[in-house]
């Protein structure tokens, strides 16, 4: 029997994801694939602000009241999260989700912007410093009443890494988890050749603009075609600057290639709210990952250590 490639598609954490893995046998194969949507689920659970009796929820309604104690899990991840506020200058921030979102609904309703005076209301409680990680007891702390975290920005790549790491104790070779365009890959495909990942183009979603081959590496990509609203012919993404809440333009996308789809994830965001000279300059100064960005006139930048054939 030869190797085949066997998935499953399913719609979880409110996106859609598509598991592979590489073997010669198809019910050892759909088992490894259910015990990677086990773990996607379980961690939705933890991370979800749909529940109110999830850990994340649990910390928002403590909000200015008292720290939550979390899974070891939970608390290392908003650990790394803040890391990268920091690493980003506050770009990325998990307290984002204190952002009122009926401002921002980005349907076919919303004409105008908020004032800018509207919009620095609204900003005044997303501040990951305000986030305090009390390490003897794994406790979660949000400072302000009102403040909220959401894993939006991370969270779906954590789910791919988890699930692969998942797949992998359990003896799969080969594969790749795919979160809607976040995904980690690792081995290769049944005829020996790495994977190859499509890179979605700003003006036709479901048509790759370009390609690439990877193998052990994890891609993110973070654009204004999936999410946009148009205001006075301008199109504005649905990715928010923390520092002044209001929506970012003059970048079409980015793309985040690094070892990991939990960093990849978590970096496509902020170098879309940094924009393009700043953002290369911070993914320049980063080993094992390139950035290729594209601007609202459709111009390709790259890292130093990528280049687009």
Not at 189 to 197: L, N, R, S, V
Not at 223 to 228: A, I, L, M, P, R
Request: charged share 25%; hydrophobic share 40%; with cysteine.
């Amino acid at each position: 029997m030869k190797e085949k490639i066997f998935k499953k598609v399913v719609r979880l954490m409110g996106n859609r994801f598509e598991i592979s893995v590489v073997d010669r046998r198809e019910d050892w194969a759909i088992q490894i694939i259910d015990i990677a949507i086990t773990e996607i689920k379980r961690i939705e659970k933890l991370l979800t602000t749909f529940s109110d009796d999830s850990q994340t929820q649990l910390i928002n309604q403590n909000a200015g009241i008292c720290p939550v104690q979390v899974d070891q899990e939970v608390f290392d991840l908003i650990a790394r999260a803040n890391r990268i506020s920091e690493l980003t200058q506050g770009a990325f921030d998990l307290s984002y989700g204190s952002i009122d979102k009926s401002l921002w609904n980005f349907d076919q309703n919303m004409t105008s912007l908020p004032t800018p005076e509207v919009a620095g209301k609204m900003i005044r409680l997303i501040n990951y410093k305000n986030i305090v990680l009390g390490s003897d007891q794994k406790t979660v702390f949000l400072k302000e009443k009102g403040m909220r975290i959401g894993f939006g920005g991370i969270g779906k790549g954590y789910a791919a890494e988890m699930a692969k790491r998942k797949m992998t104790e359990h003896g799969a070779l080969s594969g790749v988890v795919n979160a809607s365009g976040d995904l980690t890959t690792w081995g290769k495909q049944p005829d020996g050749a790495e994977w190859t990942i499509g890179i979605a183009d700003p003006d036709k979603k479901d048509k790759p603009f370009s390609y690439m081959k990877i193998s052990n590496m994890a891609v993110a990509t973070s654009g204004n075609y999936e999410k946009f609203v148009m205001i006075n012919g301008k199109r504005f993404s649905h990715t928010i600057d923390p520092k002044t809440g209001l929506p970012v333009s003059g970048i079409r996308s980015v793309t985040i290639i690094s070892p990991n789809a939990e960093l990849s994830d978590a970096l496509a965001t902020p170098v879309t709210v940094m924009g393009v000279k700043v953002g290369l300059s911070l993914i320049n100064q980063m080993e094992n990952i390139a950035c290729m960005i594209i601007d609202d006139q459709n111009k390709i930048f790259t890292s130093k250590n990528i280049r687009v054939t």
